[in-house]
């Protein structure tokens, strides 16, 4: 809504169509959280990171936390994918490579213990 407001928009003009739109079930924070973690687990985002996007857009904990759990993701195969598709099925050639491989996890949001599987699983 803030972009609305920034174009110019009276605050209370776009307070009064927010309420009405969520009121007719078109806009809704549960649904917009369901979607984007969808949408960026696909991209290979891991649950660490979603968690601090949809934080920094003003979602609440409890829904994160409820619509990570609702959108049945194995993230652990998640994470696999992920590692797969970026560096291949070669085993990381010295302590450097795997020392850049799990950054590169740790950037997408894994966390600690699914980087250690993988890599583990890959070494």
Partial sequence: MWKLEGRGLPASVVASVSDR?????????????GVYIRSRAE????????RAELRERGIE???IEASLAAAEIDWQMQAERYYRRRFGDDP?????????????????????DQIRR?????S
């Avoid at 050639?93 to 997408?108: G, I």
């Avoid at 993988?118 to 890959?122: G, P, R, T």
């Fill in 92 to 112: 990381p050639k010295d302590w450097k490579d795997e020392a850049k491989r799990c950054r590169s996890m740790e950037q997408h949001g894994y966390t600690p």
């Fill in 61 to 63: 904990d409890s829904l």
């Fill in 43 to 50: 991209r290979g985002y891991g649950p660490q990171r979603l």
């Fill in 21 to 33: 739109l969520e009121a007719e079930g078109l806009l809704s924070e549960a649904r917009f959280t």
């Fill in 118 to 122: 993988v890599i583990k699983q890959n």
